[in-house]
């Protein structure tokens, strides 16, 4: 890790942290729930005990620059092709209205931040993240998570939800050369066969309608989308609500938990067998 970063060749003050410094500070303040102050006193008590004299960013830098802050996702990547399974939820935060009710009293209104993430099916890490007010679709970001997996990963399917179920959402997968797995509506109505998309989502309408719902779920591997909600379980875990109170720290809150949580697959994770 780099603590103090190499001179940038910009005019100006340069700036005495690292990014790397600036999350590592960050992801101990995550991981034990701490308010800034005394995640700036735990750090330093660390560097201490293992004999580092290195400077600690104090608490005002660590808000700074928490808005700012280009958060690195770690992931070790699969064998093969990717199989993305894509999954939303919402998460409370602290707004303004909240704070007032409670110090001085009056009107309390709740704000949800939406979280859309994508894993790896194979490796159980997350590889795209979107934070997105509650008042935004499912479907409108997929694009966006499509967008944070380079040009040279090959995607061999995307699983999503009914929510999914849109053209421009078919319509992306299939420029990436993509196989959806989304569950068409009860109702669905084929569309006309003008792109890639819109047949291999006629595909599934048929295929659903001689299968049945039940059968076509199991025969496509829909099943597989549980692992998506677990994971979002886990996020959860690591607290229900958020400690930052404007948009873009939050952002950079939830990307700080993700990445924790990929620490953590890394680490190791239970393998399961069916026993006869």
Known sequence: MVWVPPPSGKRGRQQNFSDAAIQACLTLKVLFGLPLRQTTGFVQSLLQLIGLDWAVPDFSTLCRRQRTLNVSLPYRGGTGPLN???????IKAEGEGEWNARKHGGSKRRIWRKIHIGIDEETLEVRAVE???????????????LNQIPPSQDISSVTADGAYDTRKC????????????IPPRKNAKPWKPTSAGAIARNDAVKAQRYLGRTVWRRWSGYHRRSRVETKMHCLKLMGQSLMARDFDR???????????????????????????
């Open 131 to 145: 934070v997105t007010g509650s008042n935004i679709g499912d479907a409108p970001v997929l694009p966006d998570l």
């Open 84 to 90: 993305l399974l894509i999954d939303s939820t919402g």
């Open 250 to 276: 939050q952002v950079a809150e939830i990307q700080i938990r993700i990445a924790v949580l990929n620490r953590y697959t890394e680490l190791g994770i239970p393998v399961t067998e069916i026993v006869a």
């Open 170 to 181: 078919h319509e992306v997968i299939a420029g990436r050369n993509a196989h959806a797995v």
